[in-house]
């Protein structure tokens, strides 16, 4: 059994903006491969607080200890093979946790 069969990935997005026309201009999206990861689906209804209110999140995703911390509001995405096109979820992060074995992060 893989300690971590999911992969973990971003979305950014450039901002809207206009051409030197003044032309409308689509935001462009890409996705950035973050760290390897374990997906553990929310099927009870825990909570967490997040700044002073509990939330219910839908998914908690154990890292390994070598991933860098994630921004709460990132906009990620777990995928079940590594180029990212077998999307198990998506979801905004609500909170992110750097343990000493491991780092959690939930969205």
């Not at 209110?53 to 200890?65: A, D, E, R, T």
């Not at 995928?79 to 096109?85: A, E, L, V």
Request: proline share 4%; with cysteine.
């Amino acid at each position: 059994m893989k300690q971590y069969p999911h992969f973990l990935f971003m979305v950014s997005a450039t901002e809207t903006g206009r051409d030197s026309k003044g032309n409308y201009v689509e935001p462009t999206k890409s996705t950035i491969f973050l760290s390897e990861c374990r997906e553990e689906t929310n099927g009870r209804g825990r909570q967490i607080v997040r700044g002073g209110q509990f939330v219910i999140f839908s998914s908690l995703i154990q890292l390994p200890i070598s991933c860098a911390p994630i921004k709460e509001g990132t906009k990620v995405f777990i995928s079940n093979d590594s180029t990212g096109t077998d999307i198990r979820i998506e979801g905004t992060v609500l909170k992110f946790d750097k343990g000493q074995l491991h780092n959690r992060l939930w969205i």
